[in-house]
């Protein structure tokens, strides 16, 4: 099979490039397990499944299966006034997995309507209960909440290109991110700022959203989990909601099936996405609590407003469904346990390197932050000539294998990083 490269360049997008000045794309014509096959014959190792997705590697029989079976019943029906099983036992094992109280669910079509969902909720639920002013987020520096315009309004005001939009999204609080790592001492100051911004506001805000233990495409970062905890009794103690956007890091990829967990704490809200359905297709969910639903259906709407077409896609429910038996059967937390193990014995060395600025682990997550940006067509074209497919942005080459893979994986990740940074 051969790729028509220059249709691919003069008509269609890719995330976040030019179509005047694009970057190279890679034709893959197949994968399987953690590779991917080009056009060229080569294959790489993947080192991103699928930005946060692929847990169970490509081409999976099981969940091939899932959704070959799916289709010979239906591939999709309305959810509007009909159910069906695979959606239902979808939201049951959501129910049982997430932390407790969050037990009614809405399924949305992707990461970033998910969040535009919980937004929703959080603001139909103040209206319910006649505080029809607090309509405002407030959100953390360093955050990263998808590109949909209520998402990318809670984003970082900086690396999140607020400046082109001004006009146009709506205006949010935003506080400092977390300063104390993951593995630092915390400091009971760290909230200081948010606790302000609450003081002074909270009769405005409807809901803190964040990304529980680990800021994701806003810079990689992993702070610590007593810092959630704290705010989530600041949530209580002003009465804003708590939503967690756990889009990124659920399904196990911290080391905990939810990060939420490393604080021992339930949001009022959760997104999860991505790998959701191991990466095969888009589906995302947001969940909530009793009270939070009581409150929008005794409101003034006695409805949730929001419907999407595709709502509860069968396919993507079928698969959803095996992805999660999938973890289970595969004991993913010791392979995120032997990940994190692999992941430290092959990264932590090259923190030695001078452009290098930090080196940092947490579950199947691993950050080489540099003090430079990277040329992205050099360093991708690199990486691809080393047999490995890694995508860094800015400063930060980072690796968030499949689940599936192995030591000798790791190593090969990790050894191309390093002959990057030896050159
Ligand atoms: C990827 C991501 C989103 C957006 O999800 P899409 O499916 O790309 O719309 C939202 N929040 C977080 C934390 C993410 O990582």
Redesign the pocket.
């Known amino acids: 099979m051969t790729i028509d490269y220059q249709f691919d360049q003069d008509h269609i997008w890719h995330p976040y490039t030019s179509l005047t000045q694009p970057l190279p794309t890679y034709g893959v014509t197949h994968a399987s397990k953690n590779q991917l096959f080009l056009d060229d014959g080569k294959s790489l190792t993947d080192g991103m499944s699928s930005?946060?997705a692929a847990v169970h590697g490509y081409n999976h029989p099981k969940l091939n299966q899932a959704l070959t079976q799916q289709a010979e019943k239906m591939s999709h029906v309305m959810f509007g006034g009909i159910t069906h099983q695979p959606a239902i036992d979808l939201c049951k094992k959501l129910v049982e997995l997430t932390p407790a109280g969050l037990d009614k669910v809405f399924l949305a079509d992707?990461?970033?309507?998910?969040?535009e969902v919980a937004i929703k909720m959080a603001i139909q639920y103040w209206q319910s209960q006649n505080q029809t002013s607090k309509t405002k987020l407030l959100s953390l520096r360093g955050g990263?909440?998808?590109?949909?315009f209520a998402?990318m309004s809670v984003c970082d005001p900086v690396n999140g290109m607020h400046s082109l939009f001004n006009n146009v999204i709506n205006q949010h609080f935003f506080v400092e991110s977390p300063t104390v790592g993951f593995e630092q001492t915390y400091q009971h100051n760290s909230t200081h700022e948010l606790e302000h911004c609450l003081v002074e506001n909270s009769q405005h805000i409807a809901a803190i959203i964040l990304?529980p233990i680990v800021q994701?495409?806003g810079g990689m970062k992993f702070y610590h989990p007593d810092y959630l905890k704290h705010v989530r009794q600041l949530a209580d103690k002003y009465n804003v909601l708590l939503i967690a956007?756990e889009?990124?890091?659920g399904f196990g990829r911290t080391g905990k099936l939810f990060a939420c967990e490393w604080a021992d704490i339930s949001p009022d809200i959760l997104?999860v996405?991505?790998a959701l359905t191991g990466g095969y297709m888009?589906l995302?969910a947001t969940l909530t609590t009793q009270k939070v639903a009581d409150g929008i259906c005794n409101g003034q709407a006695g409805v949730f407003m929001h419907g999407p077409t595709f709502m509860g896609n069968p396919l993507a429910c079928a698969v959803a469904n095996a992805a999660i038996d999938l973890l289970i059967d595969n004991d993913w937390q010791s392979q995120v346990r032997q990940i994190e193990a692999w992941l430290n014995q092959n990264l932590k060395p090259l923190a030695d390197f001078d452009a290098v600025k930090n080196v940092r682990v947490l579950g199947a997550i691993g950050v080489v932050e540099l003090h430079q940006t990277v040329p992205m067509a050099e360093i991708q074209a690199f990486f691809v000539e080393q047999g490995v497919w890694i995508r860094p942005f800015g400063k930060l080459i980072y690796l968030m294998p499949p689940f599936i893979s192995e030591q000798s994986d790791i190593i090969k990740l990790a050894d191309a990083i390093k002959a990057w940074l030896a050159q």
């Open positions: 930005w946060w992707s990461g970033s309507v998910g969040v990263y909440h998808g590109d949909t998402a990304e994701g495409a956007d889009i990124a890091t997104c996405g991505k888009t995302a």
